[in-house]
């Protein structure tokens, strides 16, 4: 067990959870891009919302044990890194 409770290594987690993404998911969400998928690597339900708040709040009442992973539905990643570009005045 991870010392985060979960019966899975953070590693195991992100493949996992990447994986349902890709081969599962992504299909049935691609017309919301920019929201959150929120996705329980054990059962490989997940909740789709606005954003990761919201989506891993929805799928706890439903899994209140899961073992959540998150994506930003079109992005290659859940969080942008770094400022952003500079505004031109």
Known sequence: MS???S???PEEVAARGDKLYR?????????AK??????DVLSGDFSL?????LAVK????????AVIWGVRVGSRTYHR????????K
């Open 3 to 5: 010392e985060t409770g």
């Open 23 to 31: 081969e599962t998911i992504e299909a049935q969400v691609a017309s």
């Open 49 to 53: 919302a606005a954003n990761g708040i």
């Open 58 to 65: 929805d799928l706890r009442t439903r899994h209140p044990d």
């Open 34 to 39: 920019g929201q959150v998928v929120a996705i």
């Open 81 to 88: 890194i770094g400022r952003g570009p500079r505004k031109l």
């Open 7 to 9: 019966p899975l290594a």
